[in-house]
């Protein structure tokens, strides 16, 4: 079983920066790959980011240049670093962990989820 728990979020501007951090209780945490969508209400939930086991990652096009994803092993920690915000980042940011790197393709490869974090970018 794999508990993820998301934290960093808050109320900035546009133009400001945000890191996400995603918490993991995870023996294989390293074997796994870590996903970080979003949601908006009214909206499915999209894919912003993602880091495979090995480092690799994956990015929306939407958030390319701005976002870097990132992970620690050691730490059993994924982050989100989120530079140049827009009010259209505003969204509950979620984790998600798979033992597949599909995940960077599909939500529904995640067999893990966290709680969310909300983020709000006022403009």
């Known amino acids: 079983q794999v508990q993820l728990v998301e934290s960093g979020g808050g109320l900035v501007q546009a133009g400001d920066s945000l890191r996400l951090s995603c918490d993991a209780s995870?023996?294989?945490?390293?074997?796994?790959?870590v996903g970080w969508f979003r949601q908006v209400p009214g909206n499915e939930r999209e894919f912003v980011a993602a880091?495979?086991?090995?480092?690799?990652?994956a990015y929306a096009d939407s958030v390319k240049g701005r976002f870097a994803v990132s992970r620690d092993n050691f730490k059993n920690t994924v982050y989100l670093q989120m530079n140049n915000l827009k009010s259209e980042d505003t969204a509950v940011y979620y984790c998600?962990?798979?033992?597949?790197?599909?995940?960077?393709?599909?939500?529904?490869?995640?067999?893990?989820w966290g709680q969310g974090t909300q983020v709000t970018v006022s403009s």
């Open positions: 995870a023996r294989t945490f390293s074997a796994l790959a």
């Open positions: 998600a962990a798979s033992t597949t790197w599909e995940l960077a393709h599909s939500k529904a490869r995640a067999a893990y």
């Open positions: 880091v495979r086991w090995d480092g690799a990652t």
